[in-house]
Protein backbone atom coordinates (compact mmCIF):
# COMPACT_ATOMS: atom_id res chain seq x y z
CA UNK A 1 0.00 0.00 0.00
CA UNK A 2 1.55 3.13 -1.07
CA UNK A 3 1.62 6.22 1.01
CA UNK A 4 0.11 9.70 -0.09
CA UNK A 5 3.04 11.86 -1.51
CA UNK A 6 2.45 14.94 1.23
CA UNK A 7 2.79 11.63 3.98
CA UNK A 8 6.29 10.75 2.45
CA UNK A 9 9.39 12.54 4.48
CA UNK A 10 11.66 13.27 2.24
CA UNK A 11 14.63 12.23 5.07
CA UNK A 12 13.37 10.10 6.78
CA UNK A 13 13.07 8.30 3.24
CA UNK A 14 16.58 8.83 1.79
CA UNK A 15 18.20 8.03 5.15
CA UNK A 16 15.90 4.48 5.07
CA UNK A 17 17.51 4.28 1.45
CA UNK A 18 20.94 4.74 2.42
CA UNK A 19 21.33 2.04 5.21
CA UNK A 20 19.27 0.59 2.19
CA UNK A 21 16.35 -0.77 3.63
CA UNK A 22 12.82 -0.13 2.33
CA UNK A 23 11.92 3.69 2.27
CA UNK A 24 8.36 2.99 2.98
CA UNK A 25 8.51 1.10 5.48
CA UNK A 26 12.28 0.55 6.87
CA UNK A 27 11.76 -3.00 7.34
CA UNK A 28 12.64 -4.34 4.20
CA UNK A 29 15.19 -4.34 1.85
CA UNK A 30 16.02 -2.21 -0.98
CA UNK A 31 18.80 -3.92 -2.80
CA UNK A 32 19.14 -7.30 -4.07
CA UNK A 33 22.34 -7.17 -4.92
CA UNK A 34 25.38 -4.89 -5.09
CA UNK A 35 23.38 -2.18 -6.90
CA UNK A 36 20.35 -3.98 -8.22
CA UNK A 37 17.09 -2.63 -6.21
CA UNK A 38 14.32 -5.16 -5.47
CA UNK A 39 11.16 -5.08 -8.03
CA UNK A 40 9.01 -5.18 -4.52
CA UNK A 41 9.74 -4.34 -1.28
CA UNK A 42 9.03 -8.05 0.61
CA UNK A 43 7.25 -6.30 3.98
CA UNK A 44 5.12 -3.85 2.39
CA UNK A 45 4.57 -4.83 -0.64
CA UNK A 46 5.87 -1.28 -2.21
CA UNK A 47 7.47 -1.06 -5.81
CA UNK A 48 10.88 -0.26 -6.98
CA UNK A 49 11.81 -2.20 -9.82
CA UNK A 50 10.38 0.35 -11.96
CA UNK A 51 12.40 3.41 -10.60
CA UNK A 52 15.85 4.01 -11.96
CA UNK A 53 18.53 6.35 -10.38
CA UNK A 54 20.38 6.87 -13.41
CA UNK A 55 23.73 8.97 -13.31
CA UNK A 56 22.98 10.40 -9.56
CA UNK A 57 24.75 7.76 -7.29
CA UNK A 58 28.03 7.91 -9.19
CA UNK A 59 27.53 11.77 -9.46
CA UNK A 60 27.47 11.64 -5.93
CA UNK A 61 29.98 8.91 -5.12
CA UNK A 62 32.30 11.47 -7.22
CA UNK A 63 31.62 14.25 -5.47
CA UNK A 64 31.94 12.85 -2.36
CA UNK A 65 35.11 10.71 -2.84
CA UNK A 66 37.02 13.63 -3.95
CA UNK A 67 35.70 15.81 -1.23
CA UNK A 68 37.50 13.29 0.68
CA UNK A 69 40.65 12.19 -0.96
CA UNK A 70 41.89 15.18 -2.64
CA UNK A 71 42.64 17.27 0.57
CA UNK A 72 44.12 14.16 2.07
CA UNK A 73 46.54 13.78 -0.88
CA UNK A 74 47.31 17.44 -0.32
CA UNK A 75 48.02 17.79 3.69
CA UNK A 76 49.89 14.64 3.41
CA UNK A 77 52.25 16.11 0.29
CA UNK A 78 52.19 19.17 2.31
CA UNK A 79 53.15 17.93 5.73
CA UNK A 80 55.44 14.99 5.04
CA UNK A 81 56.05 14.93 1.33
CA UNK A 82 56.48 11.01 0.88
CA UNK A 83 57.88 9.19 -1.86
CA UNK A 84 55.81 9.34 -4.90
CA UNK A 85 55.39 5.30 -4.20
CA UNK A 86 53.42 6.20 -0.97
CA UNK A 87 51.23 7.93 -3.00
CA UNK A 88 51.09 5.54 -5.49
CA UNK A 89 50.00 2.77 -2.67
CA UNK A 90 47.64 4.65 -0.95
CA UNK A 91 45.01 6.83 -2.88
CA UNK A 92 43.97 4.11 -6.00
CA UNK A 93 43.05 1.78 -3.28
CA UNK A 94 41.42 4.29 -0.39
CA UNK A 95 39.50 5.60 -3.94
CA UNK A 96 38.58 2.16 -4.88
CA UNK A 97 37.86 1.69 -1.47
CA UNK A 98 35.35 4.33 -0.62
CA UNK A 99 33.92 4.12 -4.46
CA UNK A 100 32.75 0.75 -3.81
CA UNK A 101 31.54 1.67 -0.16
CA UNK A 102 29.62 4.79 -1.38
CA UNK A 103 28.25 3.81 -4.73
CA UNK A 104 24.66 1.48 -3.29
CA UNK A 105 24.65 3.63 -0.70
CA UNK A 106 24.03 6.97 -2.80
CA UNK A 107 22.37 5.04 -4.97
CA UNK A 108 19.60 4.02 -1.56
CA UNK A 109 19.27 7.70 -0.83
CA UNK A 110 18.38 8.51 -4.38
CA UNK A 111 15.59 5.78 -4.74
CA UNK A 112 14.34 6.73 -1.28
CA UNK A 113 13.99 10.24 -2.77
CA UNK A 114 12.75 9.47 -5.73
CA UNK A 115 10.07 6.95 -3.61
CA UNK A 116 9.39 10.49 -1.39
CA UNK A 117 8.81 13.02 -4.38
CA UNK A 118 6.61 10.05 -6.30
CA UNK A 119 8.50 10.83 -9.21
CA UNK A 120 7.65 7.60 -11.51
CA UNK A 121 11.78 7.14 -12.31
CA UNK A 122 11.40 7.41 -16.09
CA UNK A 123 10.44 3.63 -16.80
CA UNK A 124 6.39 4.03 -15.43
CA UNK A 125 5.63 7.08 -17.06
Known sequence: MSLPLDARPKMSS????????????GRGRLMKSYLKQVDRCAQC????????????PPWMTILIVGHIVIPAVLHMEQAYQPESWVHFAI???LTLALTMVLLPRCKGAVLGLLWSTGAPGSERA
Request: hydrophobic residues 40%; negative net charge; proline residues 7%.
Open 45 to 56: GEEYGHMRADDA
Open 91 to 93: WPA
Open 14 to 25: ALRGLMGACPAC
